[in-house]
């Protein structure tokens, strides 16, 4: 099994950027789907961006043209880069592998937008 660790979580205002990183042990990441979803305080987690084994990617709608899914299967390792930030975009995100009809996630890290 893959165990995920995510970093580069921060207090950022509101127009900076922040990358986003997500670790992987225990397996190669490359055999996996990845993904990056968020959850705010009172709501459910939602996907954010998410790139396929080939590398074709897809955004939530709030965050397309500023936030972009990049993969390094040579480091191992899934990046999230977030441009323009937003009050909005304050939330814990979570990396996110599936395989075989099994979710593997890390522990989070939180970003915190401010104005």
């Known amino acids: 099994q893959v165990q995920l660790v995510e970093s580069g979580g921060g207090l950022v205002q509101a127009g900076g950027s922040l990358t986003l990183s997500c670790a992987a042990s225990?397996?190669?990441?490359?055999?996996?789907?990845m993904g990056w979803y968020r959850q705010a305080p009172g709501n459910q987690r939602e996907l954010v961006a998410r790139?396929?084994?080939?590398?074709?990617?897809n955004y939530a709608d709030s965050v397309k043209g500023r936030f972009t899914i990049s993969r390094d299967n040579a480091k191992n390792t899934v990046y999230l880069q977030m441009n323009s930030l937003k009050r909005e975009d304050t939330a814990v995100y979570y990396c996110?592998?599936?395989?075989?009809?099994?979710?593997?996630w890390g522990q989070g890290t939180q970003v915190t937008v401010s104005s």
């Open positions: 996110n592998a599936q395989r075989n009809g099994l979710s593997f």
């Open positions: 790139i396929s084994l080939g590398g074709s990617t």
């Open positions: 225990g397996s190669v990441l490359s055999i996996y789907p």
